[in-house]
């Protein structure tokens, strides 16, 4: 439920012209259909005397020339009228006094009271003519409070010694309450900012702010539970009474009691949602910058790792695969090779007397000549064949599908791009060359562990044979 200042006449006028116009009367008439115990009653009892508070605005008061008014008036001239009882005012000083009369048997109901342990004693109780919430009450600038307990660091005025204060402090200890002398004073301190919160009959809260023209506070929440439930009580003998009164209570429809509420009041009452669309938007755009900045961070974290794996397999100098990246590419296709027996080979380059263009040009041509060597290897490569550094001045090359006439070729092919460059710095070299390669057809199976091993033996055969040649051990 909303409470809203703002007039909601074009939803209550309707309402009010069809009642006027007698379209209410079988709503209620059906629902109080009298027995005869209670019709009795009606004919037994010309009058039935009511106590109230005469100092109660908005609920209730007696005016100067000793009438009836306010909320519960209202709600209870209703209920009379429906009813067919006659209800008289017992009129009295105080409340108090109305209390004492009701306890002594002079007036047989009590208008607008919640039902307690202590009234019961002498007391029964009508349904509720009226529900009235505690609200929070709080300055204009403070967000809708949906839940009490959740909040931090706030102070709540709360007249002191009231059940309301005892209960709030036991409901809520985190909540610091700021004690004072009255209901008054506890919203001054409100406006004066020198408390955050206070909690409120909604009825008497509406008719305050207005009456005070305190139009910088609104009702924020409501604390669930915290309701009074206003009924009339009736003398503990009075059964039928109290039945005849609880069939015109039900009578009353809710557009009823908004109407009289916001005769008193001035209050329109609105169901609706509460949302706080300042709040709302407030916490979408701190979401919304939470997940932008938990993706930028996620795409420059993949990037980064992306680049780190990336490096993790390459050579820093020649760009080619290192040797991470060759166990992991031997590994798969030696499992391919042997699932589908298949051909595989691997062939090891290793330039000839490298060590003398280091010592006679320097490392840093050195450098350049391993760079250039790796691109005009790789360009003689099919796409199936790999490309790694083994090491220092040796590289090798994982040929799939190939076996091992293809693989010497490839290797002859390669040794004769070699010979025929000038490489610039670094003049002219040769390689030499081992190739193994993977038995699968036939015969027992080849694991291929030893590969790299059979190559590298092949590979010193022909440097022993005077470089710049290739031989095999397949
Ligand atoms: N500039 C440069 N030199 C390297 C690199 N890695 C290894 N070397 C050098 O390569 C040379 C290899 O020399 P050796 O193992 O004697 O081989 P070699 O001189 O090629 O002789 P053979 O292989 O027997 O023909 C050494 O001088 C290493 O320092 C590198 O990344 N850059």
Known sequence: ????????????????????????????AAALALNESEQAYLRAHSQVSLCVDPDWWPFEQISRNGQHEGIAADLIALVAERTGLNIQLFPTVDWEASLAASQAGECMALSFLNSTPERERWLIFTEPLLEDPNVLITREDTPFISDVAQLQNVGIALPRGTAMAERFARDFPHIRIIGTASEQEALQLVVDRKADM???????????IRSEGWFN?????????????????VLKSETTLRDILNKGVASITDTERMQIVARHTGMQVVAQKVTDWRLVSMLMALLLAVVITSLFWHLRLRRLNRRLAGMARTDAL????????????????????RRFERPLSVIILDIDHFKAINDSQGHLVGDQVLRAMALLLQANLRETDKLFRWGGEEFLVICSETPR????????????????????PGGRLTVSAGVACLQTQGGAPDGGQDLFQRADQAL??????GRDRVESCC
Request: glycine content about 6%; aromatic content about 12%; proline content about 3%.
């Open 217 to 233: 506070l609104k009702i924020s929440g409501e604390v669930p539970g915290y309701h009074n439930q206003l009924r009339m009580g």
């Open 318 to 337: 020649t760009g080619v695969g290192n040797r991470n990246a060759l166990d992991e590419w031997f590994q798969h296709e030696l499992l391919r090779a």
């Open 405 to 424: 006439e293809a693989a010497l070729s490839l290797a002859q092919r390669l040794l004769e791009q070699v010979r025929s460059k000038h490489f610039e």
């Open 198 to 208: 206070s909690l409120r009959s909604l009825v008497v809260a509406a008719h305050t």
């Open 460 to 465: 010193y055969r022909a440097k022993h044979a």
């Open 1 to 28: 439920m909303l409470f809203q200042w703002r007039a909601v006449r074009q939803y209550l006028l309707p309402v009010s012209f069809l009642c006027l116009f007698g379209f209410c009367t079988p709503l209620y």
